[in-house]
């Protein structure tokens, strides 16, 4: 049986009560925030779980094994750092802090301490974005071109971090986990036009093997969109995360040049016009697939697949983002002090 206690009752800080609940094997013993105002909408909802606004009293209880961090971003190194510190595993909120030496101390604590440090990219526990891993796993999608991925609505403005880092995070994870590699570079425009802070960004991503990488996030436009596009040599592969009914497309199209280079003129472009496919995904709830594995790892003390080492690469990529605005689009190098000590070890999660 594992005990978990949830810091920050907003709104994930409910859906993460609510998803444990439901899980076997499991028990919401304490939840933790400095609203009254929520500290009792979580009570009326579930009155079981014990509440309290002293963060140390639920990180002083031994029978929480785990806590789930789900505050603002600007405040996850410290609260994350002390329930590390309490001997608690932590699945914290994306992004795993803002700085990269704030990431670095986290996943030595955990390390040291021999703890679970989970960070919450539930796209990656999406049955949508894995079937669209398998299908780029087959060499019938040819050789990867780019990928876009367009994410904006109009609201909800953060107060903590601007709309790069509140969205940029998902789809920088989603690449590298398609891609099963890191980006090496990033160029990034921003424009801040309501809080002097950026409110949308255009960001552009260099991968190994030539693989672009575009990704425009936006807090101020109306049209919500939640799109990523696979561009093959044979196929092109479109995640529409509005569209419940058909959420993957594969659309067998794709052009690429054919011939010997012996000479000018012998190439040829071949163009390949197929069929459009809607592949069958059996739905499931992305974060309960995200706290299932969750709790697997720190029962069978496995690796979790979005680990502190994996949310410490996005962090990467975001600081240089950071210095690419500053630079006005100029390109930056991205850190590959990667760790590699880690094995690689399957979800156990059906999802």
């Known amino acids: 049986m594992i005990r978990i206690g949830i810091i920050g009752c907003g709104y994930w800080g409910i859906n993460y009560v609510r998803v444990f609940s439901e899980l076997p094997d499991v028990i919401v013993s304490r939840v933790c925030?400095?609203?009254?105002?929520?500290?009792?909408?979580?009570?009326?909802k579930f009155p079981y779980v014990f509440p309290t606004k002293l963060m140390d009293e639920l990180l002083a209880d031994d029978e929480v094994d785990a806590v789930v961090v789900a505050t603002e971003a600007s405040t996850h190194h410290d609260i994350t750092k002390a329930c590390l510190l309490n001997n608690?595993?932590?699945?914290?909120?994306?992004?795993l802090t803002t700085t990269v030496e704030e990431g670095?101390?986290?996943?030595?604590?955990?390390?040291?301490?021999?703890?679970?440090?989970?960070?919450?990219?539930?796209?990656?526990?999406?049955?949508s974005i894995r079937k669209i891993k398998e299908y780029m796993s087959d060499d019938d999608i040819g050789s990867i071109y780019y990928m876009k991925a367009t994410r904006t609505h109009l609201g909800l403005i953060r107060q903590d971090v601007n709309a790069i880092w509140d969205l940029a995070p998902h789809d920088i994870s989603i690449f590298s986990f398609l891609l099963n590699t890191q980006p090496l570079w990033v160029s990034a425009v921003g424009g801040n036009y309501l809080n002097g802070r950026p409110d949308v960004?255009?960001?552009?991503?260099?991968?190994?093997?030539?693989?672009l990488g575009h990704i425009h996030v936006s807090w101020i436009n109306s049209n919500k969109v939640r799109e990523i596009s696979v561009v093959g040599s044979n196929k092109r592969i479109v995640f529409n995360d509005l569209n419940s009914m058909e959420s993957v497309r594969i659309f067998e199209k794709g052009a690429a040049m054919t011939g010997e280079a012996d000479s000018f003129?012998?190439?040829?472009?071949q163009l390949r016009d197929g069929?459009?496919?809607?592949?069958?995904?059996?739905?499931?709830?992305?974060?309960?697939n995200q706290c299932s594995h969750f709790v697997s790892c720190v029962s069978n003390d496995h690796f979790p697949l979005t680990d502190g080492t994996n949310g410490?690469?996005?962090?990467?990529?975001?600081?240089?983002?950071?210095?690419?605005?500053?630079?006005?689009?100029?390109?930056?190098?991205?850190?590959?002090?990667?760790?590699?000590?880690?094995?690689e070890v399957p979800m156990e999660v059906t999802i």
């Open 104 to 127: 670095e101390e986290l996943v030595k604590i955990a390390e040291e301490r021999n703890l679970k440090l989970m960070v919450g990219h539930t796209f990656l526990y999406n049955p």
């Open 33 to 44: 925030d400095t609203s009254d105002e929520r500290l009792q909408k979580m009570h009326r």
């Open 88 to 95: 608690k595993h932590v699945l914290v909120e994306k992004p």
């Open 312 to 343: 410490l690469n996005v962090i990467r990529v975001m600081e240089a983002i950071n210095q690419s605005l500053e630079k006005r689009g100029a390109p930056v190098d991205i850190s590959t002090d990667i760790s590699s000590r880690k094995k």
């Open 275 to 288: 069929d459009i496919l809607s592949p069958r995904i059996n739905t499931s709830e992305p974060l309960k």
């Open 201 to 211: 960004g255009f960001l552009t991503l260099g991968y190994p093997q030539n693989i």
């Open 265 to 269: 003129g012998e190439f040829q472009l």
